[in-house]
């Protein structure tokens, strides 16, 4: 995907995209609904979304799963076992899904049908 300079994965960084506001006010409700199903990341990992719980995959054998949620324009992934909190700036795009962090790396992800049943 071709993006401009200082606008990391096209997704137009920094105004918010649907489904927030670029005011910061959130439009899904808190609702994470949307991004349910199976997503894959630029560097090969698989993030995993369901009913509010996420795992993420950086290989085949290596997993963490936790909870996530939406406040004011970003996504809140809560780790179950160091129960760490991490906040992104999300950018959602019909399948495609960038979340940036406090330091402006951007990870970018793609909608994807693996991801098992349920996925």
Same mark, same amino acid.
Not at 82 to 104: I, P, V, W
């Given at each position: 995907?071709?993006?401009?300079?200082?606008?990391?994965?096209?997704?137009?960084?920094?105004?918010?995209?649907?489904?927030?506001?670029?005011?910061? %006010?959130?439009?899904?409700?808190?609702?994470?609904?949307?991004?349910?199903?199976?997503?894959?990341? *630029? =560097?090969? $990992?698989?993030?995993?979304?369901?009913?509010?719980?996420?795992?993420?995959?950086?290989? *085949?054998? *290596?997993?963490?799963?936790?909870?996530?949620?939406? $406040?004011? *324009?970003?996504?809140?992934?809560?780790? $179950?076992?160091?129960?760490?909190?991490?906040?992104?700036?999300?950018?959602?795009?019909?399948?495609?899904?960038?979340?940036?962090?406090?330091? =402006?790396?951007?990870?970018?992800? %793609?909608?994807?049908? $693996?991801?098992?049943?349920?996925?």
């Amino acid at each position: 995907m071709p993006t401009a300079p200082g606008d990391p994965g096209g997704m137009g960084w920094p105004a918010p995209s649907m489904p927030s506001a670029a005011d910061g %006010r959130d439009r899904t409700g808190g609702r994470t609904e949307f991004l349910d199903g199976a997503w894959e990341g *630029s =560097g090969g $990992e698989l993030l995993l979304i369901r009913k509010g719980m996420f795992r993420v995959y950086a290989s *085949s054998d *290596s997993y963490r799963d936790g909870h996530l949620s939406i $406040e004011r *324009s970003q996504l809140v992934l809560r780790d $179950e076992e160091s129960c760490q909190t991490h906040r992104y700036d999300m950018q959602h795009r019909a399948d495609q899904l960038a979340l940036r962090d406090a330091d =402006g790396q951007v990870l970018e992800f %793609r909608r994807t049908e $693996e991801g098992g049943p349920g996925y």
